[in-house]
């Protein structure tokens, strides 16, 4: 999350953009001590940028004087996940993956090295996972994250893994460059996508890639269940519903989205 804020904290915008994101994807609320131990900000900047931030609704500050996500933030997010047309586009596709499967399917976007979900479709029998639509997680140690940075040409894979640190989430997380550029090989070649318990323990996954016509837009989908139900022999058998639904929304996208005539 830092090196992504670090990457543009030029301008005003760009300050409070960095401040509103300290704060909101916070795990837990932050004291104005806590903010300025990580925004590099002069006590009175930061004091002025928060009370902007509040001011607006995108930052509220409860009865323990902590800042939390506004209520304006969730107003903004609605309307932002209500509209977007690729989500829209895949929105059929991804209930079809999840009555042929009956687990958790989600669809998410490349942004840097992460990946933001942008639609989920709850299992028949849910689990309690990390994954929520609009949170990130990190490109590298998940089914849809290595599935979109496996549609990158090696220069733009090196670029955007360029400074990149390997958090051990679990015992199966990659730990290196290496690692994961051999993974992403083997996902180039079959097609396709595993999380074998690399971001949360327990949990494992199929996706596969989706690209626009111009190569902008990065993302994909994935079926996600527990690993005691889950078994490496059903991944396998349901990568070719999740190939398929791929390509079926790539195909939406491109009538659908696709430049008009």
Known sequence: MGGTRRGRETGTLGKLMALLDLVALADHPM???DILSFSNQPRGTLHRQLSHLV???LLEIDRDGRYLPGIRLLSLASRSWE???FRAVAEPHLSLLHTQTGETVHL????GAEVIYLDKVEGRQ???MYSQIGNASPAYCTGVGKAALSMLDDIGLEAR???LKFHAYTEHTHRDVADLLADIAAIRTRGYAFDREEHESGICCVAAPIHSDDGNMLAGVSVTGP????TSEKLQEWAPLVRAAAASIMQDMHSRLGPKR
């Open 31 to 33: 004291r104005f001590t």
């Open 227 to 230: 690993a005691y139900r889950v």
């Open 83 to 85: 509209r977007n047309e």
């Open 161 to 163: 893994l360029a400074g």
């Open 108 to 111: 998410g976007v490349l942004r």
């Open 55 to 57: 001011e607006e609704g």
């Open 126 to 128: 849910s689990v309690r």
